[in-house]
Nanobody
Framework: QVQLVESGGGLVQAGGSLRLSCAAS????????MGWYRQHPGKQRELVAS???????TYADSVKGRFTISRDNAKNTVYLQMNSLKPEDTAVYYC?????????????WGQGTQVTVSS
């Protein structure tokens, strides 16, 4: 069982920055794609950014140029640097670890961390 613990959320003014961290309980270096998702009240969870084991990144259009995902495999940790934050970035942010095997796929989730951007 993979456990993910997020930290770094909080309240920030528009235009400010936050860095989210997600520490995994297993070695993520070679097999896990790590991602950050967010969920606005009353809406479905959406992908914000992801990074493969080979460090290939994907971003939602709404955060391109403002957010950066990175991973430190030695620490089994993934980060989301969020700059130029907007009120619409307010959401609960979840860390995800995706393990894709030839016969199955597994998803693990953190408990979520609240990010609130005030205008």
């Amino acid at each position: 069982q993979v456990q993910l613990v997020e930290s770094g959320g909080g309240l920030v003014q528009a235009g400010g920055s936050l860095r989210l961290s997600c520490a995994a309980s297993v070695n993520i270096s070679s097999t896990y794609t790590m991602g950050w998702y967010r969920q606005h009240p009353g809406k479905q969870r959406e992908l914000v950014a992801s990074i493969t084991s080979g460090s290939r990144t994907t971003y939602a259009d709404s955060v391109k140029g403002r957010f950066t995902i990175s991973r430190d495999n030695a620490k089994n940790t993934v980060y989301l640097q969020m700059n130029s934050l907007k009120p619409e970035d307010t959401a609960v942010y979840y860390c995800n670890a995706n393990l894709r095997l030839w016969f199955a796929q597994y998803d693990y989730w953190g408990q979520g961390t609240q990010v609130t951007v005030s205008s």
